[in-house]
C-alpha cells in the first residue's frame, strides 16, 4: 500500500514585485523568466535560484543567485538567467 502523500504542483506565477513582497512559502516558478525560482523559506527568507538541466546532467541543477533581504528584483535577474541558459 502507497502512503506518500500527494505530490503539490508547482506554482507557476510571473514573479513581480507585489508578489514576491506577499508569497508564502516554497518554490515559486517564473513564467516570463525560464528556469527561475523564488524560493521562500518558513522562517520568511526569500531567496532566488535557477534550476536547470545540465548537459550530461540526469537530474535538476541549482544555481542560487542571492539571499540577503538586499535581494535584486526579479526584472534585474534576466541577466543572471541569460547567462545561464
Not at 514573479?15 to 516554497?26: E, H, I
Not at 513564467?31 to 523564488?38: A, D, K, P, S
Not at 535557477?50 to 526579479?74: D, M, N, Q, W
Request: hydrophobic residues 30%.
Amino acid at each position: 500500500m502507497d502512503t506518500k502523500p500527494p505530490r503539490q504542483l508547482p506554482r507557476k506565477v510571473k514573479l513581480t514585485l507585489p508578489y514576491v513582497r506577499n508569497a508564502k512559502r516554497g518554490l515559486h516558478w517564473d513564467t516570463v523568466r525560464r528556469g527561475l525560482v523564488l524560493q521562500v523559506q518558513p522562517t520568511g527568507q526569500h531567496s532566488y535560484k535557477v534550476i536547470y538541466e545540465g548537459v550530461a546532467a540526469k537530474s535538476p541543477r541549482e544555481h542560487a543567485l542571492c539571499f540577503s533581504p538586499s535581494c535584486p528584483t526579479p526584472g534585474t535577474l534576466d541577466v543572471y538567467v541569460r547567462l545561464t541558459f
